[in-house]
């Protein structure tokens, strides 16, 4: 008896799935027609992407709904859950509540724009670290640095601590850290380090006219600390973006081993001393 009646409605159905595809190809393509005319600014392409998947979700719940009044017997059934089923309504209210916070979360991360699609991130403690590429209403998804797609919730995401790489300035200062032993020349070793620095391709300079004026070197080399087994020496480099930072920071530490390595300065590690008592006593050092 059920089935014998749906046929009539395949056309009210089809109409209705037609318009909803229609609807939303339009309000793509009218989207993608307003991006265009803008400067691309970043912060307003992510509001326009996280517009798209907000729209085809809204268009496709109306679908359905419409479809399930479109067929009596459908939509006398869901009236008689909507209307007698509240303890059904408290269940899926609560499997739900992840889903409506991720969708909160989208519409606030969205606001805020504490990023935007394109930008460098980390997430969390160095958890997660990549390039935006998208944001829907559930997830933000990074692509990172090994070319894999990270899809984090957005209530996740909205919570964690975010390190931006791209928003307003880019430029990076990186340290180029390197220790020595107290017995090599540190002189020497500090100018080989703002030497190797200096000669980088990637290298930007990044003085203030007053500190040009008055003659500051364009790498800034400091003794960071005298530890237990080596003097920490510091180099301040800077860079138009952290991959540049990234490139800058291995290649000159593949120079300076070179470099230490022909001046004789050594680069120490931990030494520890073990004494094994016996019958007789002897040292070993590791």
Known sequence: ????????????????????????RLIRWMLNKHLAKMDRDAAEATGIKFLKNTTR?????????????????????????????????????????????????????????????????????????GRVTDITLRHVIIKDFQNKRIIIPNSVISA???????????????????????????????????????????????????????NEPLVDVRVMELGEYAVKLRAWAWTDGPIEAFNLNTDVNYSIKKRFQEAGIEIPYPHRTLVMKGSSEKSVII
């Open 1 to 24: 008896m059920f089935t014998e009646k749906l046929p009539q409605y395949v056309i009210p159905v089809a109409i209705i799935i037609i318009l909803a595809i229609v609807s939303n």
């Open 160 to 214: 964690a601590t975010l390190i931006n790489d791209s928003i307003f300035d880019q430029k990076i200062c990186r340290f180029v850290e390197v220790g020595i032993s107290y017995e090599s020349d540190i002189d020497l070793a500090m100018k080989i380090l703002r030497d190797e620095c200096t000669k980088h391709p990637l290298l930007i300079d990044h003085r203030t006219p007053e500190e040009i004026e008055n």
């Open 57 to 129: 979700f809204v268009v496709w719940v109306i679908a359905v709904t419409a479809i399930i009044f479109v067929i009596p017997r459908f939509r006398s059934v869901a009236v008689t859950l909507f209307a007698g089923a509240g303890l059904m309504v408290a269940i899926i209210g609560f499997a739900a509540q992840q889903a409506i916070g991720n969708i909160i979360s989208g519409i606030f991360l969205v606001l805020s724009k504490p990023f935007r699609v394109g930008d460098l991130i980390t997430v969390g403690k160095n958890d997660y670290r």
